[in-house]
């Protein structure tokens, strides 16, 4: 189709992501989930029964092409506006509209591009409109709406997932505009692998790149070198201040737990690469030193430390160097989440035995009247105790020893339940002794 409008002198109507936009619902790529005969969008075309959605997904993945295209399947307008650049005034014009066309028998579908951009009292607004049926309610949100929108709103609007395109959606979308151009990508097999790669499952993004690519006189076919050289390649999809961010962490610290060394240096390069402050992951890793790794390692929570140390004294970028080892380091460790029980457990008793006070025998005595009130009496100092160890008792009195710490076989823990099960068959022996 181009090259028509080149004939003639005339440049193509619009940019090419906008001429390949679907006409049908079917042309829609990579959301079969959705609109495969049992998905869900399918069945409400079917029926001719529009309930108020909301899209969630990705940039590129068809959010605002599907809103439209249910509009036309279903028999309403389609009044599209965006909360970037949207406000009170707009949404009641857009409600007063909207009233306006049901007097007149015809529906309205609004769609909402960013709703998570109104704030809370904005959403609010959205639900008498929606409950007597002014509008049908059509949002798009690349955040998590769990997070992002009112719980009121969400129980009046069905939350559908979009899936970022796969490798072979994009390759589908790079076919149709070949087509619609009238001839290939001068790109190799590895450049148009590469391409797809940089789009990082954006259509819009991927045919944005392609219209570069279409323009270039390359006297021949691109190499991955020599494309990575005509287009800007972009930073990973990643805000380090939304749900992205608790993705990546959580990624991060599940694959340390799990002992997958080269996956943990995956999220945490993505993370970098995202912009994510370093003194953030540090934080969260000195974390997991002590919680999945703690006794087994008591070394890990010092690699930790000493992490921060070398960014404090190099800097970035060279002071990462630092995070990339400690990665190593936990991921590597001996893991045991013993201490991490044993605090919890901890706070359970405390909490459930109240106020107890300490056995007098291991309180001080600074004064002469709680000297004579037995405080400190008995006390046995274990380093005057055979094997420097004297068994007693430091429970409160009234409460029944308990085994807190679970140490597990694994690393210096090893080692740990050998000294407990020796101090515990010395507290026995004392005990006996003292019964004699």
Do not use: C
Not at 273 to 301: K, Q, S
Not at 308 to 317: A, C, I, Q, V
């Amino acid at each position: 189709m181009s090259n028509l409008f080149q004939q003639a002198g005339l440049e193509p109507a619009g940019p090419l992501a906008d001429r390949l936009r679907p006409k049908v619902l079917d042309e829609v790529i990579g959301q079969d989930h959705l609109l495969g005969a049992e998905g869900p969008l399918a069945r409400m075309v079917a029926a001719k029964r529009l309930s108020s959605l909301i899209l969630w997904g990705p940039p590129g993945t068809g959010k605002t092409s599907i809103a439209r295209l249910l509009a036309e399947a279903t028999g309403l307008y389609f009044a599209p506006l965006s909360a970037v650049f949207s406000g009170v005034a707009d949404l009641r014009k857009a409600f007063e509209a909207a009233r306006s066309r049901r007097e007149q028998g015809q529906r309205t579908l609004l769609f909402v591009d960013e709703i998570h951009r109104f704030n809370r009292a904005q959403q609010d607004g959205f639900l008498p409109y929606v409950e007597d049926g002014t509008v049908v309610l059509v949002g798009a949100t690349t955040e998590n709406p769990s997070f992002a929108l009112n719980g009121a709103l969400l129980s009046r609007a069905s939350v559908l997932v979009l899936h970022r395109l796969d490798d072979a959606a994009l390759d589908a979308l790079l076919a149709r505009a070949e087509a619609i151009e009238a001839k290939p990508l001068p790109l190799t097999p590895e450049a148009r692998a590469a391409l797809r790669a940089m789009a990082d499952g954006d259509g819009r993004y991927l045919l944005n790149m392609a219209e570069q690519v279409f323009s270039l006189s390359t006297g021949g076919d691109l190499d991955p070198a020599r494309l990575a050289t005509l287009l800007q390649r972009r930073a990973p999809l990643y805000d380090k201040g939304q749900e992205e961010h608790y993705n990546l962490i959580s990624a991060l610290h599940k694959s340390l737990r799990g002992s997958d060394v080269d996956a943990a240096l995956y999220w945490l390069a993505r993370m970098l690469i995202g912009g994510e402050e370093p003194l953030y992951i540090m934080r969260r890793l000195a974390r997991f030193a002590a919680e999945d790794i703690g006794m087994a390692d008591p070394n890990a929570l010092v690699q930790a430390m000493a992490a921060k140390e070398l960014y404090d004294f190099l800097g970035s970028p060279e002071g990462e160097i630092g995070l990339v080892q400690t990665v190593v380091y936990l991921a590597t460790a001996p893991k045991s989440n013993a201490v991490y029980k044993a605090e919890s457990a901890a706070k359970r008793a405390a909490k459930e035995h109240g106020s107890l006070m300490p056995p007098m025998h291991i309180l001080n005595a600074p004064t002469k009247m709680m000297k004579q009130l037995g405080y400190g009496t008995g006390y046995a100092y274990d380093h005057d105790a055979e094997d420097g160890f004297s068994g007693q008792n430091y429970f409160p009195d009234g409460m029944d020893r308990q085994q807190l710490y679970r140490p597990v076989e694994r690393g210096f823990e090893r080692e740990v339940i050998k000294r407990l099960e020796y101090w515990q068959k010395l507290r026995a022996k004392r005990q006996e002794e003292g019964d004699l």
